[in-house]
């Protein structure tokens, strides 16, 4: 939702009603994550993508409906080959859809919520798609660290839900749930989608060089939050690095202890170090292997400074357990020459840890192109299950 909530506020606070279609499950190749969205507005404007062009002309249909009706539906696109032709889900991949109205009336904590996710507060939102009984679809519970608002049906399923979604809520992970259709949690009837809007992950670009200012621009492309940091003031400007939310002039390694200290780092960010200095990088990465627990850290140099690298990280104590989290030479093997290519290298063995991936051409393999945590299909045997239309 965060890609469509800003074009979708003005509406609801005048009192309008929109068509919401959330990809809450994904099989296969598909080409969306569960959590894009699609909104269709009052006036007709289509806003967003659940598959990349896919199903949007079947998926804008059913919001226009689900928008008239008042009552939510949850869709399978993409069940057999001939159906997922019929609306251009070419790709063999299946979604599940859940389209629903969204107003003032089926959610009036809308508001709240874009002013949580503006000022970068975690929040979620919790969302019946299944049920037994019609009423309880589309109810929401607005989950955040300090509680929660909203009601999905009963104060069993408010609190249950509440609290399987924090972890989902800290680590800013999107999630299907499944209960009783009362709230317990060993059955089956009801499911939920989780959707989190945790604040950006941070990017920490150690080195305030032309490298860096390349990977800074591709860090903020890719929805990092992006510090620069050096302990030189007369690089380690604002003019050189517009592109970063954050340039810091400090001794790298007391910046990134400071940062350890206030518990501002999580499991989502990412530290790339450029400096290739000892005298900056050795005491920044003993800090960064031993005292993070952070998704990556990078350091750029050439094979001989890794290796003297890794001799001097020895030297300070640190265990061949602490040193293998160290990704060196920093980068995918791309041939990359220049500073933009380089931040594309990067940014690729990034994406590749966070996802699974092998770094290979694509046409070189016969896996699965996407690399998550799906499973195959399950039999369907809720109500509010319905197959995908054609367009």
């Given at each position: 939702?965060?890609?469509?909530?800003?074009?979708?506020?003005?509406?609801?606070?005048?009192?309008?009603?929109?068509?919401?279609?959330?990809?809450?499950?994904?099989?296969?190749?598909?080409?969306?994550?569960?959590?894009?969205?699609?909104?269709?507005?009052?006036?007709?404007?289509?806003?967003g993508s659940?598959?990349?062009?896919?199903?949007?002309?079947?998926?804008?249909?059913?919001?226009t409906?689900?928008?008239?009706?008042?009552?939510?539906?949850?869709?399978r696109?993409?069940?057999?080959?001939?159906?997922?032709?019929?609306?251009?889900l070419?790709?063999?991949?299946?979604?599940?859809?859940?389209?629903?109205?969204?107003?003032?009336?089926?959610f009036?904590?809308?508001?709240?919520?874009?002013?949580?996710?503006?000022?970068?507060?975690?929040?979620?939102?919790?969302?019946?798609?299944?049920?037994?009984?019609p009423?309880?679809?589309?109810?929401?519970?607005v989950?955040r660290?300090d509680?929660?608002?909203?009601?999905l049906?009963?104060?069993?399923?408010?609190?249950a839900?509440?609290?399987?979604?924090?972890?989902?809520?800290?680590?800013?992970?999107?999630?299907?749930?499944?209960?009783?259709?009362?709230?317990?949690r060993?059955?089956?009837?009801?499911?939920?989608?989780?959707?989190?809007?945790?604040?950006?992950?941070?990017?920490?670009?150690?080195?305030?060089?032309?490298?860096?200012?390349?990977?800074?621009?591709?860090?903020?492309?890719?929805?990092?939050?992006?510090?620069?940091?050096?302990?030189?003031?007369?690089?380690?400007?604002?003019?050189?690095?517009?592109?970063?939310?954050?340039?810091?002039?400090?001794?790298?390694h007391?910046?990134?202890?400071?940062?350890?200290q206030?518990?501002?780092?999580?499991?989502?960010?990412v530290?790339?170090?450029?400096?290739?200095?000892p005298?900056?990088?050795?005491?920044?990465?003993?800090?960064?292997?031993?005292?993070?627990?952070?998704?990556?850290?990078?350091?750029?140099?050439?094979?001989?400074?890794?290796?003297?690298?890794?001799q001097?990280?020895?030297?300070?104590?640190l265990?061949?357990?602490?040193?293998?989290?160290?990704?060196?030479?920093v980068?995918?093997?791309?041939?990359?020459?220049?500073?933009?290519?380089?931040?594309?290298?990067?940014?690729?063995?990034?994406?590749?840890?966070?996802?699974?991936?092998?770094?290979?051409?694509?046409?070189?393999?016969?896996?699965?192109?996407?690399?998550?945590?799906?499973?195959?299909?399950?039999?369907?045997?809720?109500?509010?299950?319905?197959?995908?239309?054609?367009?």
């Open positions: 939702m965060r890609d469509v909530l800003a074009k979708l506020l003005p509406g609801w606070q005048a009192g309008e009603t929109a068509g919401l279609a959330t990809v809450v499950r994904t099989f296969k190749s598909a080409p969306r994550p569960p959590g894009a969205s699609m909104a269709v507005t009052a006036g007709g404007e289509a806003i659940v598959s990349g062009g896919c199903v949007e002309g079947a998926v804008y249909e059913l919001a409906d689900v928008t008239a009706s008042g009552r939510p539906a949850l869709v696109y993409g069940i057999s080959d001939d159906e997922a032709f019929s609306v251009g070419t790709c063999g991949g299946i979604l599940d859809v859940f389209v629903e109205p969204l107003s003032r009336g089926t009036p904590g809308l508001d709240d919520v874009a002013a949580d996710i503006a000022a970068s507060r975690p929040v979620g939102i919790a969302t019946v798609i299944e049920h037994p009984d009423a309880w679809l589309g109810r929401h519970l989950v660290p509680g929660f608002d909203g009601d049906g009963t104060e069993r399923v408010n609190h839900v509440a609290d399987d979604t924090l972890g989902l809520l800290a680590a800013g992970r999107n999630s299907t749930l499944t209960y009783g259709p009362d709230g317990h060993r059955g089956e009837g009801m499911r939920i989608f989780f959707g989190s809007f945790a604040p950006r992950p941070r990017m920490l670009v150690f080195g305030a060089i032309d490298f860096a200012a390349a990977l800074a621009r591709m860090g903020t492309f890719l929805g990092y939050q992006v510090t620069v940091c050096d302990a030189r003031p007369v690089f380690a400007t604002r003019a050189r690095f517009p592109e970063a939310d954050e340039v810091v002039v400090q001794w790298p007391q910046y990134l202890t400071e940062q350890l206030q518990d501002l780092l999580d499991e989502r960010t530290i790339c170090v450029l400096t290739h200095d005298k900056f990088d050795v005491p920044l990465l003993e800090v960064a292997l031993r005292g993070s627990k952070t998704a990556y850290v990078g350091a750029m140099g050439s094979r001989r400074t890794h290796d003297d690298r890794l001097r990280l020895r030297e300070a104590g265990t061949n357990e602490e040193l293998s989290r160290l990704h060196s030479p980068g995918l093997d791309l041939g990359a020459r220049t500073p933009e290519e380089t931040a594309v290298s990067i940014a690729a063995e990034i994406i590749a840890r966070q996802w699974g991936g092998g770094g290979q051409p694509l046409g070189e393999l016969s896996d699965r192109i996407h690399h998550d945590e799906a499973h195959e299909p399950q039999p369907q045997t809720g109500p509010s299950l319905q197959p995908g239309r054609s367009a």
